[in-house]
């Protein structure tokens, strides 16, 4: 009788190439145990259909394509992103998030549209790198600050520009709800945007 813990390792053991793909993305390299070995010699990239022998080789990828894992709501059909700041909820407190929806309502959108990201879970995230995934043609941040995302310093509550981005930059949610003025400024300005 086979022992269960070998029934179990054979069960785990694929060939599958495009499996065994997911699992060595990266360079491998041969280290000799001898001290006294002289240097491994580099050698020429080998094209497998040159050679057919090498079919059933996995070929070492030049690069990683890794596709970041961002946590958001909405589907960003109309390619709006919503920056928000808060360690203890999804989005804000009831209040901040109650906010939040009615000036994504307010400027005639619906939460489809959007793509609302919580940068506390996303620390480190550069503009840039937002600006590749999502695409956006209006970045909302509520509670971040441009230079955070390494921008330069943007004055709040207007409309900015960042190459083909529009930007504005705000207080956090719940600091906004209860500054009447600062609310009062935001919404002047989100009255002056145009979205395709």
């Known amino acids: 009788m086979i022992p269960p813990k070998k029934i179990l390792m054979a069960a785990q053991l694929t060939s ?46 030049e690069t990683s394509t890794l596709v970041p894992n961002y946590r958001f709501l909405g589907e960003n059909a109309r390619k709006v992103l919503i920056l928000v700041n808060d360690a203890n909820n999804p989005v804000s407190s009831e209040v901040g998030t109650a906010l939040l929806w009615k000036i994504v309502t307010a400027i005639k959108l619906t939460p489809k549209d959007c793509a609302v990201l919580n940068y506390q879970h996303h620390q480190g995230v550069s503009f840039d790198e937002l600006t590749a995934y999502f695409q956006p043609q ?13 921008l330069p310093q ?34 002047k300005n989100l009255q002056q945007l145009t979205l395709s």
């Open 138 to 150: 209006l970045l909302l941040s509520f509670g971040i600050a441009p230079g955070t995302m390494g």
């Open 16 to 61: 599958n190439i495009e499996a065994l793909r997911l699992f060595f993305t990266e360079d491998i390299y041969l280290i000799s145990n001898d001290v006294n070995a002289a240097p491994p010699v580099v050698q020429e990239t080998v094209n497998i259909e040159e050679r057919p022998e090498l079919n059933n080789v996995i070929p070492v990828k």
């Open 154 to 187: 943007q004055q709040t509550e207007l409309i900015g520009q960042q190459g083909s981005v529009k930007t504005i930059f705000s207080s956090e949610l719940d600091a906004l709800e209860v500054d009447i003025p600062i609310k009062k400024a935001l919404w």
